[in-house]
């Protein structure tokens, strides 16, 4: 068991490089099964839930070598369409095999996937989907066994704009016949990324970014390189961590028109902000003012950013109103919160946080990815020395987050052990 020992109380001054996106690498490293062939990726944070991707990928027939900062991927003996339920059950993200698998093979078998508990999570969407695309879907126990001649063209218009479910129906279709249509898709920058990669490997896609994508069927694929874009939501953490300690930070290797809706909602809280193409400095006042805020679909303000931000107003001047609107069980960090003097109340959706001037040190425990990176930014500024414990879920998505804190100022260990 790994925890963080968090001294608070220092201003985080100077410069971050922010490592290259989760969200964009794990649909992208799923996307090297549909090629016969190499694929080189570079800028691929080494965080657990890409290592656990890789991990899938061998099982599946692939070998994966690093090399410095390149990951190589051959996938030409992927033989394996059978996604290992343990590895599946770790996280929910390998659902996007799934598409993968079954634009190469034709046939997936699957069960349901796991990941942070931060609501139901279903993949209805991803499943209806596949049945319009003409994959014969059954269903044992949690089993789900998918298989088709071919890979019918189809008009699919989501119910939601399901990020994973729109990546999935792009990565099954890459290789089917005729065009698809997804109307309704998700605009995450992450799906822009995954057409550029597929359009490297010679797919023809077209509209990501846009609520409209057309995925052209193409009858091969070919060796491509390709570098990840950056993490967004490292980057507005890094933002808020400099907020909340009333310090002065640069966030560097980043696409800053990304960030769009964390930055106005940073000015709005009293934050002065530089932004430029792909970096921005960050001067906090010593206290930031309250805001209101809901989370929405790209480009509305993330989802993966409300817990982050939620520590943030703790600190606040005033009291602010923070809605989710995507996961119905996204403040199990709260309590947490509380527990460092945090004064937060949850009624529904609705979160309303009363600023308070002093947050103190506690023992407190990750629930999940971004309510773990709450805590973190909590402890940066309360009074004394806390210990988060379950930081197994932080390690999941933020790379060396202990060395990037501590190169800006922070005093941060990890402890092994109870
Ligand atoms: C992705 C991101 C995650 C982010 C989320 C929303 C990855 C690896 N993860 O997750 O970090 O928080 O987008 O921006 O990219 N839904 C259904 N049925 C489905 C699929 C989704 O009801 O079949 C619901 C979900 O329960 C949720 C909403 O749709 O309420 C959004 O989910 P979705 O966009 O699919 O998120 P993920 O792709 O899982």
């Known amino acids: 068991m790994l925890s963080y020992i968090i001294e608070g109380g220092k201003k985080l001054e100077g410069e971050v490089h922010i490592s290259g996106s989760k969200n964009a690498s794990l649909p992208i490293i799923a996307a090297t099964m549909l090629n016969k062939g190499i694929s080189k990726l570079y800028n691929v944070p080494e965080i657990h839930d890409t290592k656990m991707m890789f991990e899938i990928l061998k099982k599946l027939g692939c070998t994966v070598k690093k090399n410095n900062k390149k990951i190589i991927i051959d996938s030409s003996k992927a033989e394996g369409y059978k996604i290992p339920e343990e590895l599946m059950r770790q996280m929910r993200s390998s659902v996007v095999l799934a598409g993968a698998i079954l634009g190469r093979h034709k046939k997936a078998e699957f069960s349901y996937p796991g990941g942070c508990d931060i609501g139901a999570r279903p993949i209805d969407l991803h499943l209806k989907s596949f049945e319009k695309l003409g994959i014969l879907i059954s269903e044992n126990y949690g089993n789900i066994s998918c298989k088709c001649d071919t890979i019918d063209n189809a008009k699919i218009d989501l119910d939601f704009p399901s990020v994973g479910a729109t990546e999935n129906i792009m990565l099954a ?28 490997m010679g797919a023809q896609i077209s509209g990501a970014g846009t609520n409209i994508i057309q995925i052209k069927g193409v009858k091969k694929l070919k060796d491509v390189s390709y570098n990840i874009m950056p993490d967004r939501i490292e980057a507005g953490t890094y933002l808020c961590a400099g907020a909340i300690t009333g310090g002065k930070i640069k966030i560097t290797n980043i696409v800053s028109e990304h960030l769009t809706p964390i930055i106005n909602k940073l000015e709005e809280a009293g934050c002065s902000l530089n932004v430029q193409k792909d970096n921005i400095e960050l001067i906090a006042p010593k206290r930031v003012k309250a805001v209101d805020l809901k989370t929405m679909p790209y480009p509305g303000f993330p989802t993966d950013m409300q817990s982050v931000f939620v520590s943030l107003l703790t600190t606040a001047k005033g009291t602010s109103i923070v809605v989710e609107n995507i996961f119905e069980n996204r403040y199990k960090f709260v309590p947490e919160l509380s527990r460092m003097g945090a004064k937060i109340t949850v009624e529904g959706k609705a979160a309303i946080i009363k600023g308070v001037r002093k947050i103190h040190a506690a023992n407190v425990k990750a629930t999940d990815l971004r309510g773990g990176a709450a805590l973190v930014l909590e402890a940066l500024v309360a009074k004394g020395e806390t210990k988060i414990e379950n930081i ?27």
């Open 173 to 200: 279709s890459t290789l089917g016949e005729g065009t698809t249509i997804i109307t309704n898709a998700a605009r995450e920058p992450e799906i822009i990324d995954l057409q550029n990669f597929l359009n490297r």
């Open 392 to 418: 197994q879920y932080i390690l999941r998505g933020y790379e060396k987050l202990d060395d990037k804190l501590k190169k800006l100022g922070a005093k941060i260990s990890i402890k092994e052990g109870e």
